[in-house]
Each structure stands twice: as structure tokens, then as C-alpha cells.
């Protein structure tokens, strides 16, 4: 009884390890996306505040074109 009861913890604690490095995996992948988007984010903003003239100029100047 009690070697059933500790074999069904180590195998739920094995569990719940793969799972939380997942979970930890999945942390650090939507934090780079949301990171790149949070940047999008303050683009669009200034664009709208400026102005699409403004924003055209900008865009030009950093294509280089």
C-alpha cells in the first residue's frame, strides 16, 4: 500500500515536472512576442500622434530611401 502511494507521487512529481518546464518554454517564447509587439504598438502610436506625413518621413528615413 504505502509503495503504491509512493510510486503514484514519483510518477505524478515527474508529471507535473515536464509540465512546468513546458510551461516555462511557452513563458519565454510569448514574452519575446509580446515584446515585439509592445514595440509595433509604440509605432503605431506615433505614427498616430505625428501624423501619416510625419510617419511617412520617418519611414523613409529609416529605409534610407
Do not use: N, Q, W
Not at 518554454?25 to 509580446?34: E, L, P
Not at 498616430?48 to 506625413?53: D, H, R, S, W, Y
Amino acid at each position: 500500500m504505502i509503495e503504491d502511494t509512493t510510486t503514484k507521487i514519483d510518477v505524478h512529481v515527474a508529471v507535473c515536472s515536464e509540465r512546468y518546464a513546458a510551461i516555462e518554454k511557452s513563458f519565454v517564447t510569448g514574452d519575446k512576442r509580446m515584446t515585439r509587439i509592445e514595440y509595433l504598438l509604440y509605432a503605431v502610436i506615433v505614427c498616430v500622434l505625428f501624423g501619416p506625413g510625419v510617419a511617412g518621413e520617418l519611414v523613409k528615413k529609416i529605409l534610407g530611401l
